[in-house]
């Protein structure tokens, strides 16, 4: 059964600081990895989508890697900031198209 | 370009009646993927409509169903509704083909009494 598993669930840390989001999942023959943003009662914001060929994608301050061989996504945020606080999702994209997801990291970054 | 767009925004139902929902994808989107979120189980994939046609199906009971129009816009339908449908339904549009970018609608909060 394929999982994705995001660690810690929660993260409190104070604003400027640089920090890593972990996501692994299972399936080896995964087809892209997407990031998501989603604040408490909305949708889901996308922020970026790494294909199985890539390694890493940048937007702005967030830098996203993608290992398929050890079946693990790192979410890097330079210098977080309040408005950064969301609870951040990792996807896993297989063949059908469909996103398996994780639960979610809840990021809470203090001023 | 507008996004993804779902309605209702809120709504709330009694044990066993039936709803409706509705989402309009971007335009030039052909695919519409239906999600359900709970805190208990996250977000779970219900179904993805290509076209018309149902093209992959989650792990969910017959009560729910979904179709799609000529336009791409989708609607999603649960009948005989459990206490445990309350969820926030969401929508995704994406254009063709499985490696493309997702884009999400803000949501359709269920709550059945």
């Known amino acids: 059964k394929q999982e994705v598993t995001q660690i810690p669930a929660a993260l409190s840390v104070p604003e400027g600081e640089n920090l890593v989001l972990n996501c692994s999942f299972t399936?080896?023959?995964?087809?892209?990895l997407q990031w998501f943003r989603q604040d408490p009662g909305k949708g889901l914001t996308s922020l970026l989508l790494?294909?199985?060929?890539?390694r890493e994608q940048t937007s702005g301050r967030l830098n996203a890697s993608l290992d398929k061989s050890s079946g693990r996504s790192t979410l890097y945020i330079a210098a977080s900031q309040p408005g950064d606080s969301a609870t951040y999702l990792c996807a896993e994209g297989g063949s059908q198209g469909n996103l398996i997801f994780g639960k979610g990291t809840k990021l809470s970054v203090k001023p | 370009k507008a996004g993804v767009t779902q309605t209702p925004r809120y709504l709330i139902k009694t044990r066993g009646q039936q709803v409706t929902l509705s989402c309009s994808p971007i335009?030039?989107?052909?695919?519409v993927s239906w999600y359900q979120q709970t805190p208990g189980q996250g977000l779970q994939f219900l179904f993805e409509?290509?076209?018309?046609?149902?093209?992959n199906k989650g792990n969910f009971p017959g009560r729910f169903s979904g179709r799609q129009f000529s336009n791409s816009r989708s609607e999603m339908n649960v009948s005989t509704l459990e206490l445990g449908d309350s969820a926030l339904y969401l929508c995704?549009?994406?254009?063709?083909?499985?490696?493309?970018?997702?884009?999400f609608g803000p949501g359709t909060r269920l709550t059945v009494t």
């Open positions: 335009s030039g989107h052909r695919s």
């Open positions: 995704a549009s994406r254009r063709t083909g499985a490696n493309l970018e997702q884009y």
């Open positions: 409509y290509f076209s018309e046609t149902q093209r």
């Open positions: 399936d080896s023959a995964i087809y892209n």
């Open positions: 790494i294909q199985s060929s890539q």
